[in-house]
């Protein structure tokens, strides 16, 4: 058996079940550095595909796992991205071509065994929307507002994303689509997003390899989202990693750039000037005691006398005063000889 790598404060859900599919299966949930001391803390979430590649190389595809857990756990200690919520959802193996696929077809129409998809990606993504994530709202402290909730994968699982990115956009606006199989269905995701009579409140990171067979139909993806709207470096980011092939290993290198694009830190907030009321009393204080300065007297053997007590005010606000009494002359005194001792 492989070793387990999980990394951080990670929850796991065993056999997690859905009457729209009519399946179980795990669902891994990292918890960001912060999550149990920080119990007011809301967080944004990021719902990722093929979960058992995710996090622990015991479960991951031919044993190579993507570190998202140790990239997060890194990236959010050194405060490069926002702490974020991070829900790895496994496959079911045989399923997954008909959960990912938007449409019927066949993944190789050459081979003697085809493999045919029904194309559940509606059903999936009712899943997604309907049990899933109440169940994740409601037993964590979330942001769930769209605004703050991501989705990512990759091949089947990238086109799956995109796909549900354009279909249920008033729940997923952040999108993690990693070397989609664009060709599925003679392009079918090219033509959605060309169809749309409007940009949507997407931001979305596209990436592919140059060693991936078909690399090339990605940028015909990137080229419609550009059609539609979408601008290169803002809110479409799209690479095309030298040499990198389809593979788990291929992906993990860009989980980091993908999380610093998708979940950036918050800007600093401004300053605030609770502390305004305070100095201007201070200011006038200062200047009753440079005034206070001038009323000392010097005796013959140079000896500063500080004055009588006296009593001062300064504003507060309208109609409202505060009084400063001097509590202690003798220290003030003793101060004052010091000055003059030195000079």
């Given at each position: ?36 001391r ?16 995710l ?5 991951a ?7 998202v ?18 829900v ?145 470096h ?21 989980v ?11 800007a ?76």
């Open positions: 058996m492989r070793r387990h790598t999980l990394t951080g404060n990670i929850h796991c859900h065993r056999q997690f079940p859905s009457r729209t599919l009519g399946n179980r299966r795990d669902i891994l949930v990292y918890l960001p550095p912060g999550y149990r920080f119990l007011r803390r809301h967080y944004p979430v990021l719902y990722l595909q093929d979960g058992q590649n996090f622990d190389a015991a479960t595809f031919a044993g190579v796992e993507w570190g857990d140790e990239t997060a756990q890194r990236l959010i200690r050194r405060k490069l991205i926002e702490p974020t919520i991070i790895a959802i496994a496959n079911t193996g045989p399923d997954r071509i008909h959960e990912y696929a938007p449409t019927r077809g066949v993944i190789d129409s050459k081979a003697k065994r085809k493999k045919r998809s029904r194309g559940l990606a509606r059903k999936y993504g009712k899943f997604l929307i309907q049990e899933l994530k109440p169940f994740i709202d409601s037993k964590y402290r979330t942001k769930p507002e769209a605004e703050f909730t991501g989705l990512g994968g990759s091949s089947l699982g990238g086109l799956l994303v995109m796909t549900l990115g354009l279909w249920f956009s008033n729940v997923f606006s952040r999108l993690a689509v990693m070397s989609p199989s664009v060709w599925w269905d003679n392009e079918v995701i090219v033509r959605g997003v060309l169809a749309l009579e409007k940009k949507l409140p997407l931001r979305i990171w596209l990436d592919t390899g140059t060693a991936e067979p078909g690399w090339e139909r990605t940028r015909n993806l990137c080229a419609a989202l550009v059609e539609r709207g979408w601008n290169l803002d809110d479409l980011e799209y690479h095309e990693i030298e040499g990198a092939d389809h593979s788990e290993a291929a992906w993990s290198a860009r980091d750039p993908m999380l610093r694009f998708l979940y950036p830190p918050p600093p907030k401004p300053a605030t000037h609770r502390f305004e009321l305070a100095s201007a009393v201070s200011r006038q204080c200062n200047a009753i005691a440079n005034q206070r300065d001038a009323l000392l007297r010097v005796q013959d053997e140079q000896k500063l006398i500080p004055p009588k007590p006296f009593t001062a005010t300064a504003c507060r606000k309208p109609g409202k005063r505060v009084r400063f009494r001097r509590r202690n002359p003798s220290l003030f005194g003793k101060q004052m000889n010091a000055r003059v001792a030195t000079r």
